[in-house]
């Protein structure tokens, strides 16, 4: 039996209990800082997506090292979100915050710098360090600062930045790429971290756990080598191959330290760094799902849009990714919506109608898109899957939030972290492996008459072809014509497993999702039964 006292949560600048409530031009001031820390972090996920030819042209690296450079970043902030945002709500949220922000802030300016790819790369680690510090603890002041009438307003605007600041952040490193050189795609971010920086000492109150228990070490190590093996397989396989012993290896690591991880967390129970008791609630499991099966689908379907835009359209780096911006826009448009559809018809219905808007966009860009169709076969999907996904990624949070105590408010943002980096990851190597796949299958019956060398060049994928084209000789529009139409029955193949995927989260979430979902005061005393070893 535990005989520890219920945990305090302390929230004044100081770290002691009693300040309250802030007011409401504080608050405000308090939510502009998180989320503009927020897109610090979400602007470099995707950021250096669009310089990979520049990366490779300075440092003289192969493909495989620049995919390093950029998953090295994702790695590292994935691995370690659950034992940074536990070590946040014990420490203090504040001390967290500006701790991660000061060395994001100083990693990405060395990156910026970088004279080899060396240091590239250890900027990048601890690039990643930083924003796993940042990123659980904007959730966590947000949901431990606001009173419950406007924390769902609050993580709306949260949750519109979390979404639509990666296509935001692509827009202006494309723009910057484009005109000036990817090492100003450091600038951005840099310049967001000293805003953030300055605004958060100034109004940013502390927070902390006081819990009598001691910090779940073994939990916290078996969490990083769960979660790093898991994504690097979903990182790597598509590259490496799923079955070379790289990725079976690290593939068995990830599972076992999973299992472990599990295993280990039930003994703790409530002791534990994460309680996964509490997924046997509607709530967290059903915004955790949720949150999985919408981010992997949004990440497969950018997979997919981008080569459209840019080798079957012919369009620039800069115009791609600002053919994104309606859909994204319609996405934070509909996240701050959303808190008050939930109000008016339950986080469940709120819920459903978005997976069910965001599975008809897919479905009608699956039977739409055409390459003579251009831009407009895709817009009107696109403009419902936006809408769709910000009506279901807020509730969702919010019930991942509401699921655990005030106290453990890093841990269940750190928890809503990790489900959208897994979600990314799992869609990327997913959907665009059913893309690979259903061009290779489509594209050899139209490569009659087509000289060998450049067919099998065609065969790779749809920008080798359109590179090798010119050597195809009287062939070469018949090459290209063939690349485009294949890449487009791969793109359909893609989104129609997307809508499978999208068809059966909306039965799971109509028979099992949150409806109401019940915040635990923030002093509830533990269940009586829980117990350190």
Known sequence: MSTNQPPQVSADPSG?????????????TILIAVCIALMAVIASVSGLNVAQPDLAVTFDASQSTVLWIINMYTLSLAALLLPLGAIGDRLGRKPMLLTGLTVFGV???????????????AARLFSGVGAAMIMPITLAVITSTFPAEERGRAIGVW?????????????????????????????????????????????????????????DTVGALTSVVAVAGLIFVLQEGPERGWTTPATLLSLVVGIVAAIGFVAWEL???????????????????????????VFGVQAGVFVVLFPFFQAVLGWSRLLSTLALMPMAVLMM????????????????????????????????????????????????GMLAMGIGMGLSMTPSTEAITSALPQERQGVA???????????????????????SSGYRNAIDSRLAGVPEGPADTA??????ALDTANQAGPHAQTLIRAAQESFVDGWQRAMWAGVAVMAALFLYVLARGPQHPTRTPANEPEPADAATP
Do not use: Q
């Open 333 to 380: 448009a509909a996240s701050g919506l959303a808190p008050r559809l939930a109000a008016r018809i339950g986080a469940r219905a709120t819920m459903a109608t978005g997976i069910l808007l965001a599975g008809a966009g897919l479905a009608l860009m699956a039977a739409v898109v055409s390459v003579d169709g251009g831009y407009l076969s895709v817009l009107p």
């Open 159 to 215: 949750t519109g930045v979390a979404s639509g600041g990666g296509v935001l952040g692509m827009f202006l490193s494309a723009a910057l790429v484009d005109v000036v050189s990817w090492r100003w795609l450091f600038v951005l971010p840099v310049a967001l971290v000293m805003v953030a920086l300055a605004m958060a000492l100034r109004s940013v109150p502390n927070s902390r756990d006081t819990s009598g228990h001691a910090f």
């Open 16 to 28: 002691a209990p009693g300040e309250g409530v802030p007011d409401a031009r504080r608050r405000r």
């Open 107 to 121: 990693a990405s300016a060395a990156a910026g710098l970088a004279p080899s790819v060396e240091v590239m790369l």
């Open 459 to 464: 065969r790779e994928g749809v920008a080798n």
């Open 267 to 293: 003994r703790r129970r409530a002791a534990a760094l994460l309680d996964v008791r509490l997924f046997g609630e509607r709530a967290l499991a059903g915004g955790s799902i949720t949150l999985l099966a």
């Open 413 to 435: 943002s750190a928890l809503n972290d990790v489900t959208r980096e897994f979600g990314t990851a799992l869609g990327v190597a997913l959907l665009g492996a059913l893309l």
